[in-house]
């Protein structure tokens, strides 16, 4: 089936079911921002492909709802579906539950999976239709019915995440989380967001591609914690490690009986915009219920000594595979036809000789030429470009080690540049040196230091339609809250907290430039006025000078430039032979 015909089989299934209008959002049952095949409904019946978005079909229109990321990708990929498309971001659009309350009728139906729906969606969707008095049907997998070859849940195996990486044991962890439930006057604690369940338990797995988690559940107790995964995913030496400290595991689905059995005197914390609709109707109604966020997550959020220390050898060890990518598509791009998809699997090579590697973050953004002006591009055999030496190529990527997890993003210049690709490429540095050169007092958040990176950027009337910066897990997943440097986000940045620096210049038709460095907040000096704070740099790869416009840097500027690459000279030159650190050395020489 085509896409028109997919949609045309759902609004029969919706028709028989009493329907007026079906949701597929992105999700998992887990609320991850990216999932395995089996919850791939939204880009099933779409062919959208992104990262977000949800799809909201009714009886005679369909539209998909996506951010500022994607609005390019999904122009083209929705042509001729008949599903168009709403720009979540840009002013005067309404959110899909808004636009279902206008226009059904009274009285109408909208059906949706409860399993890949959030409490606090469902709640705001209530708010948004009550004066229309919609129904909503909330256990309704019309996608299954439909979706003849759905993949199955993953079933691979779990892990150990070994305390010599992850700075903590499980047991340290449950205690702290115990702590904070004290605190909170809970005495059941629901984690159903994947990468929190593997910070706690110190396990991993590979369920998700590019995120080493695996499908389940976990309720800790004041005195117990319950692991609900399938069995046949736990080896036999893992569940005896994980039983020797107190932890029971159960099955995947008895997890909704087992909250329907709480006593009526227990008092359970569940995240709102992490636990599905199911799973939070299924608790004892007469239990308490208590939304708060993740504990887990602000805990993991400030990373530990030994976190951090692995993760700096780590970034050498990322470093000196993009160094040598980089080296390689210099000298051979005029040489030998390289694709952006030879030059993506190259970078894999490359990572693949360095120790600890387990494979990409993310999928890797290769974009060449107006190919880059897609934020999150993905290259195919049928589009792709061949690269040549002229223009900028923008490759986004990061790889997963035991001991640690990397993002970055280099704009490389293969030849000949326009002035203006010279003066965005230019923007988009001094808005990165902006960012990582602050020195802030403790209290700052994301949001009052976004306009730093993009100050340079709107002085020419330019802007990037997506935040400056996101938390990176620690073998974990490439974005990680509850921090993240966008005008949306008022979380306090911790010392210890790894944050992404990556404003960018985005041209439909033309470019696309980013440059992308992780960062550890760390304490600077503390005077009368209070404890100032400021980042340090823990991404170490030189950023192009052929693409600078040295007229346009400020002399502080050159000097962060300057102080920066003799850093990642010093870091990275032992670990190369004498032909990289002669090369190496031109690419961070004094500008």
Request: a negative charge; aromatic letters at 10%; glycine letters at 6%.
């Given at each position: 089936?085509?896409?028109?015909?997919?949609?045309?089989?759902?609004r029969?299934?919706?028709?028989e079911n009493?329907?007026?209008?079906?949701?597929?959002?992105?999700?998992?049952?887990?609320?991850?921002?990216y999932v395995?095949?089996?919850?791939?409904?939204?880009?099933?019946?779409?062919?959208?492909?992104?990262?977000a978005?949800?799809v909201?079909?009714?009886?005679?229109?369909?539209?998909?709802w996506?951010?500022?990321?994607?609005?390019?990708?999904?122009?083209?990929?929705?042509?001729?579906?008949?599903?168009?498309?709403f720009?979540?971001?840009d002013?005067?659009?309404?959110f899909?539950?808004?636009?279902?309350?206008?226009?059904?009728?009274?009285?109408?139906?909208?059906?949706?999976?409860?399993?890949?729906?959030?409490?606090?969606?469902?709640?705001?969707?209530?708010?948004?239709?009550q004066?229309?008095?919609?129904?909503?049907?909330?256990?309704?997998?019309?996608i299954?019915?439909?979706?003849?070859d759905?993949?199955?849940?993953?079933?691979g195996?779990?892990?150990?995440h070994?305390v010599k990486?992850?700075?903590?044991?499980?047991?340290?962890?449950?205690?702290e989380?115990?702590?904070?439930?004290k605190?909170?006057?809970a005495?059941?604690?629901?984690?159903?967001?994947?990468?929190?369940i593997?910070?706690?338990?110190n396990?991993?797995?590979?369920?998700?591609?590019?995120?080493?988690?695996?499908?389940?559940?976990?309720?800790?107790?004041?005195?117990?914690?319950?692991?609900?995964?399938?069995?046949?995913?736990?080896?036999?030496?893992?569940?005896?490690?994980?039983?020797?400290e107190?932890?029971?595991?159960k099955?995947y689905?008895?997890?909704?009986?087992?909250?329907?059995?709480?006593?009526?005197?227990?008092?359970?914390i569940?995240?709102?915009?992490?636990?599905?609709?199911?799973?939070?109707n299924?608790?004892?109604s007469?239990?308490?219920k208590?939304?708060?966020?993740d504990?887990?997550?602000?805990?993991?959020?400030?990373?530990n000594?030994?976190?951090?220390?692995?993760?700096?050898?780590?970034?050498?060890?990322?470093?000196l595979?993009?160094?040598k990518f980089?080296?390689?598509l210099k000298?051979?791009?005029?040489?030998?036809?390289?694709?952006e998809?030879?030059?993506?699997?190259?970078l894999?090579?490359f990572?693949?000789?360095?120790e600890g590697?387990?494979?990409p973050?993310?999928d890797?953004?290769?974009g060449?030429?107006?190919?880059?002006?897609?934020?999150?591009?993905?290259?195919?055999?049928?589009?792709?470009f061949?690269?040549?030496?002229?223009?900028l190529?923008?490759i986004?990527s990061?790889?997963?080690?035991?001991?640690?997890t990397?993002?970055?993003?280099?704009?490389?210049?293969?030849?000949?540049?326009?002035?203006?690709q010279?003066?965005?490429?230019?923007?988009?540095l001094?808005?990165?040196?902006a960012?990582s050169?602050?020195?802030?007092?403790y209290?700052?958040?994301?949001?009052?230091?976004?306009?730093?990176?993009?100050?340079?950027?709107?002085?020419?009337?330019?802007?990037?339609?997506?935040g400056?910066?996101?938390?990176?897990?620690?073998?974990?997943?490439?974005?990680e809250?509850?921090?993240s440097?966008?005008?949306?986000?008022?979380?306090?940045l911790?010392?210890?907290?790894?944050?992404t620096?990556?404003?960018?210049?985005?041209?439909e038709?033309?470019?696309?430039?980013?440059?992308?460095n992780m960062?550890?907040?760390?304490?600077d000096?503390?005077?009368?006025?209070?404890q100032?704070m400021?980042?340090?740099?823990?991404t170490?790869?030189?950023?192009?000078?052929?693409?600078i416009?040295?007229?346009?840097?400020?002399?502080?500027?050159?000097?962060?430039?300057n102080?920066?690459?003799?850093?990642?000279?010093?870091?990275?030159?032992?670990?190369?032979?004498?032909?990289?650190?002669v090369?190496?050395?031109e690419?961070t020489?004094?500008?």
């Open positions: 089936m085509n896409i028109r015909d997919r949609v045309e089989k759902l029969q299934l919706m028709k009493q329907m007026d209008a079906y949701i597929i959002p992105s999700f998992d049952a887990h609320q991850s921002e395995a095949e089996h919850w791939k409904g939204r880009e099933w019946i779409s062919g959208f492909t992104g990262s978005g949800t909201v079909i009714t009886l005679k229109d369909a539209g998909l996506t951010d500022g990321r994607y609005y390019i990708q999904a122009e083209k990929q929705l042509e001729n579906s008949g599903i168009r498309l720009r979540m971001a002013p005067g659009v309404p899909y539950s808004e636009w279902l309350a206008d226009v059904l009728k009274e009285g109408s139906t909208i059906g949706f999976d409860g399993n890949v729906f959030s409490t606090s969606l469902v709640k705001r969707m209530e708010q948004d239709i004066a229309k008095s919609i129904l909503l049907k909330m256990n309704q997998d019309l299954n019915d439909l979706w003849e759905r993949p199955e849940i993953p079933k195996p779990i892990f150990t070994e990486y992850a700075g903590k044991s499980r047991v340290e962890k449950l205690n989380v115990r702590e904070e439930m605190n909170k006057g005495n059941f604690y629901i984690v159903t967001s994947l990468d929190d593997a910070w706690l338990l396990i991993r797995g590979a369920d998700v591609p590019n995120n080493p988690v695996a499908i389940a559940n976990v309720i800790v107790a004041e005195h117990q914690c319950y692991l609900f995964i399938d069995s046949c995913k736990v080896p036999s030496a893992v569940k005896l490690e994980l039983e020797t107190g932890i029971q595991l099955a689905d008895e997890i909704q009986t087992f909250l329907e059995k709480l006593a009526d005197e227990a008092a359970v569940y995240d709102p915009n992490k636990t599905n609709i199911r799973l939070y299924a608790i004892n007469n239990a308490t208590m939304e708060s966020s504990i887990t997550t602000d805990l993991k959020a400030i990373k000594e030994v976190e951090i220390k692995n993760l700096k050898w780590c970034e050498i060890k990322d470093g595979a993009v160094v980089i080296k390689w000298d051979s791009v005029d040489k030998e036809e390289i694709t998809i030879t030059a993506e699997e190259r894999e090579d990572r693949r000789e360095q590697f387990v494979g973050s993310f890797t953004i290769a060449y030429k107006e190919h880059a002006a897609m934020m999150h591009y993905k290259a195919n055999k049928e589009t792709q061949t690269l040549k030496n002229e223009g190529f923008l986004d990061g790889g997963q080690y035991y001991d640690g990397t993002d970055i993003t280099r704009t490389i210049v293969l030849g000949q540049l326009t002035d203006e010279k003066r965005d490429y230019t923007l988009v001094k808005g990165f040196i960012l050169a602050v020195k802030y007092l209290g700052t958040t994301g949001s009052n230091l976004d306009v730093l990176a993009r100050q340079p950027i709107w002085q020419h009337g330019l802007d990037y339609k997506c400056t910066g996101h938390g990176v897990g620690f073998f974990l997943n490439v974005h809250g509850p921090q440097i966008r005008n949306s986000n008022h979380v306090i911790e010392k210890g907290m790894i944050i620096n990556e404003p960018g210049i985005y041209l038709g033309k470019h696309g430039i980013r440059i992308e960062m550890v907040v760390v304490e000096e503390k005077t009368e006025f209070g100032f400021r980042f340090e740099e823990i170490y790869c030189p950023i192009d000078l052929a693409g416009n040295k007229d346009m840097l400020t002399e502080n500027e050159k000097q962060w430039l102080s920066y690459h003799q850093e990642v000279y010093r870091k990275l030159a032992p670990y190369l032979n004498e032909e990289e650190r090369w190496l050395r690419e020489r004094e500008i």
